[in-house]
Each structure stands twice: as structure tokens, then as C-alpha cells.
């Protein structure tokens, strides 16, 4: 449990404890919650969890929960320094997407889900109709399901903008389902904390001419970019700090050409930097060479000014490090200066 966490638990329940506030009820089982439209049913705090999606595993160590955890997988970057420990412990069933038979080895109580594409209708590792059968709850964040569509787009086309409450959501409702309310109260009270901070760095400067792209990766340098489209998390980040997304698709990672976007001139370019290699342009680096000797990019005024900020894959996905992410977005545009 990372150390700032820790002091503000133990204040706040300091606090509690010498007030008349009341204590996070104790979670009475069986609990059923509604996720996403459908209807989980738990009958204990889970013994055992498997998770697919970094976010809901660092989410569930932040909890305090992560010695629960039989296995993880889809990894975008390396775990938090201060969950290194803990994660060390917990099987890592695949870098990427895990078979349905390497979740269901595990006895599961709890399959936390960040990406429906991966548990859904169309699921690459099931449907949730299918661990049903097997008495195994599902749980998918609800920041991918809640005013989105992810049968339109491949990585799903938002309906509505995206919702930063839905992160506390599923921060509230893991701690309910785990009965460890009081943390999540904490938890919550931290990444708003660090929210207001990230505009606090803002204040007073007019960002109304500032814009920016989010460059996920690339199946190939070659081709088009996969950026961040409008409505979407990395789009909230921007609207958050004041700063207008270039890219004007509904779709959440849609594929944009460098001439629309050389064209559309954005003043900072935000590259993901990420240790998972699926596409060549997984690798940052390679992604800075690109922009650099690119006839089309090396033109950008982000290029030619070096406003290129390097920011982890999942600061820019609905989890925890969304949070810091801010943080580190708020400070480039304070400065000027491309923060890495």
C-alpha cells in the first residue's frame, strides 16, 4: 500500500474515530450489485480474484486487497513501484489477453474486467454468460460499459463523454464487494485530492488556444496513428486542464492520419509510453523517431518545440494512474516544458 495512502487512511480513520462520523457500513452478503446491466451476486468477500486489465489490478492492490489475487494479466506497463512487492506474489496468467481455461484454473471467486471487448458479447476470452455458468461473478469497470458502445469502433465509440465518477464507482463498489469500505473511502478522497491538484497547477492560465493529441501506438509506423478520439478518458484528461483534443472522432482510439493531424497543428503531442510489445510503435522511442525524421511530423510545431510529453500507457486508461497522469499533463502546460 503506497505510503501517501496509508497516512491518509490512518487520518481518516483518526478522524472518524474522534468525531461523530459514522464508519463505511459493514458489506452484509449475499451483496448484489448491478454492473453494467447485469446482476452479480456475491455471497462472501472473494477469497480468491483473478483480474484482466492492469487497472483493476493496481485498483485492487490500492484496496488492499492484493493478497486475493490468484492471477493478473493485460499488462500495459510495469506495476506501480510501491505494488512491486505485492505483485511479485500474484501468477501472471498472460502479458496480454488470457485463455478462458487459464481464468477458470484459478477457482475465481471475482473476474475484474477493465476492457468489455476482452469479457463481453464478443469477448476474446468469454462471454460473461460463460463464467456464469461456472459461478464465477464478473465484474467490468464501469467506466467502459457506462455511455459507450463497444460493438462500434474497435476499441468501442462513446455515446456520452466519459464520466471520472465511474472510476469512483468502481472503486466503492470492489470495496464493498471485498468489505473493505473504509479503504475505499480513503482511495477516493486521494485521486480527487490529486484531481484538484492537477487544476490547481492551472490556475489562472489561459489554455484557450492550447491543443493537444494522444498517440496510443501504431500496427505499423507506416500507417495511420491510433489517437485519442473525442468523449473518451484521455479526451476528459484534456477537457479536464482546459486543453481541446484535435481529433474530433467519437470513436475512443480511432486511426488518424498524420496529414489531418500535421494539418490540424497541435501545440503539445503526448506520446504512451509502455512496456507491453504487440505493434512496433509500442516501443516510446521508437515513437520519438518517428516524429523526428517523419517529412510530415518533424514539421509539427510540437516537434520543432519539443512539446512532446511521454506519459505511461495506463495514466491515459480509467484507473488510478489516471490521477498522476493529470498531475503530470497539468505541469507540461504550466511550464511549457514537456514533462517525462
Given at each position: 500500500?503506497?505510503?501517501?495512502?496509508?497516512?491518509?487512511?490512518?487520518?481518516?480513520?483518526?478522524?472518524?474515530?474522534?468525531?461523530?462520523?459514522?464508519?463505511?457500513?459493514?458489506?452484509?452478503?449475499?451483496?448484489?450489485?448491478?454492473?453494467?446491466?447485469?446482476?452479480?451476486?456475491?455471497?462472501?468477500?472473494?477469497?480468491?480474484?483473478?483480474?484482466?486489465?492492469?487497472?483493476?489490478?493496481?485498483?485492487?492492490?490500492?484496496?488492499?486487497?492484493?493478497?486475493?489475487?490468484a492471477g493478473t494479466s493485460l499488462w500495459?506497463?510495469?506495476?506501480?513501484?510501491?505494488?512491486?512487492?505485492?505483485?511479485?506474489?500474484?501468477?501472471?496468467?498472460?502479458?496480454?489477453?488470457?485463455?478462458?481455461?487459464?481464468?477458470?484454473?484459478?477457482?475465481?471467486?471475482?473476474?475484474?474486467?477493465?476492457?468489455?471487448?476482452?469479457?463481453?458479447?464478443?469477448?476474446?476470452?468469454?462471454?460473461?454468460?460463460?463464467?456464469?455458468?461456472?459461478?464465477?461473478?464478473?465484474?467490468?469497470?464501469?467506466?467502459?460499459c457506462e455511455g459507450k458502445d463497444n460493438?462500434?469502433?474497435a476499441d468501442g465509440t462513446r455515446t456520452?463523454?466519459?464520466?471520472?465518477?465511474?472510476?469512483?464507482?468502481?472503486?466503492?463498489?470492489?470495496?464493498?464487494?471485498?468489505?473493505?469500505?473504509?479503504?475505499?473511502?480513503?482511495?477516493?478522497?486521494?485521486?480527487?485530492?490529486?484531481?484538484?491538484?492537477?487544476?490547481?497547477?492551472?490556475?489562472?492560465?489561459?489554455?484557450?488556444?492550447?491543443?493537444?493529441?494522444?498517440?496510443?501506438?501504431?500496427?505499423?509506423?507506416?500507417?495511420?496513428?491510433?489517437?485519442?478520439?473525442?468523449?473518451?478518458?484521455?479526451?476528459?484528461?484534456?477537457?479536464?486542464?482546459?486543453?481541446?483534443?484535435?481529433?474530433?472522432?467519437?470513436?475512443?482510439?480511432?486511426?488518424?492520419?498524420?496529414?489531418?493531424?500535421?494539418?490540424?497543428?497541435?501545440?503539445?503531442?503526448?506520446?504512451?509510453?509502455?512496456?507491453?510489445?504487440?505493434?512496433?510503435?509500442?516501443?516510446?522511442?521508437?515513437?520519438?523517431?518517428?516524429?523526428?525524421?517523419?517529412?510530415?511530423?518533424?514539421?509539427?510545431?510540437?516537434?520543432?518545440?519539443?512539446?512532446?510529453?511521454?506519459?505511461?500507457?495506463?495514466?491515459?486508461?480509467?484507473?488510478?494512474?489516471?490521477?498522476?497522469?493529470?498531475?503530470?499533463?497539468?505541469?507540461?502546460?504550466?511550464?511549457?516544458?514537456?514533462?517525462?
Amino acid at each position: 500500500m503506497p505510503a501517501r495512502f496509508t497516512a491518509l487512511l490512518a487520518a481518516a480513520l483518526s478522524g472518524l474515530s474522534l468525531t461523530a462520523q459514522v464508519h463505511a457500513a459493514a458489506t452484509h452478503y449475499p451483496l448484489t450489485i448491478d454492473n453494467c446491466g447485469v446482476p452479480q451476486t456475491f455471497a462472501q468477500a472473494p477469497a480468491r480474484a483473478v483480474t484482466i486489465g492492469q487497472a483493476g489490478t493496481e485498483m485492487l492492490y490500492a484496496l488492499g486487497v492484493g493478497d486475493k489475487l490468484a492471477g493478473t494479466s493485460l499488462w500495459f506497463n510495469d506495476v506501480l513501484p510501491e505494488f512491486k512487492a505485492q505483485n511479485a506474489k500474484v501468477p501472471r496468467l498472460a502479458d496480454n489477453d488470457p485463455s478462458f481455461e487459464s481464468v477458470t484454473q484459478q477457482r475465481p471467486q471475482l473476474l475484474t474486467v477493465q476492457f468489455e471487448w476482452m469479457v463481453g458479447p464478443q469477448g476474446v476470452v468469454g462471454t460473461r454468460e460463460q463464467f456464469a455458468e461456472l459461478n464465477i461473478p464478473t465484474y467490468l469497470l464501469p467506466s467502459d460499459c457506462e455511455g459507450k458502445d463497444n460493438l462500434v469502433g474497435a476499441d468501442g465509440t462513446r455515446t456520452t463523454p466519459f464520466q471520472v465518477d465511474t472510476i469512483y464507482k468502481s472503486v466503492s463498489q470492489l470495496a464493498a464487494i471485498f468489505d473493505v469500505q473504509d479503504r475505499g473511502t480513503a482511495l477516493n478522497a486521494e485521486l480527487k485530492g490529486q484531481l484538484d491538484n492537477a487544476r490547481a497547477q492551472l490556475s489562472g492560465k489561459d489554455l484557450s488556444s492550447t491543443s493537444a493529441v494522444f498517440w496510443f501506438s501504431s500496427a505499423d509506423l507506416d500507417i495511420d496513428p491510433y489517437v485519442a478520439g473525442r468523449s473518451g478518458v484521455a479526451d476528459f484528461m484534456l477537457q479536464t486542464l482546459g486543453v481541446r483534443n484535435v481529433v474530433e472522432s467519437n470513436e475512443e482510439w480511432p486511426s488518424v492520419g498524420w496529414e489531418t493531424l500535421a494539418k490540424a497543428n497541435p501545440t503539445w503531442v503526448i506520446i504512451a509510453r509502455m512496456d507491453r510489445r504487440r505493434f512496433p510503435a509500442d516501443d516510446y522511442l521508437k515513437k520519438l523517431e518517428f516524429l523526428q525524421n517523419d517529412p510530415v511530423t518533424r514539421n509539427m510545431d510540437a516537434v520543432k518545440n519539443k512539446r512532446i510529453i511521454i506519459l505511461d500507457a495506463d495514466a491515459m486508461q480509467a484507473g488510478i494512474r489516471l490521477f498522476r497522469g493529470l498531475e503530470t499533463l497539468s505541469s507540461a502546460f504550466a511550464s511549457g516544458k514537456a514533462a517525462q
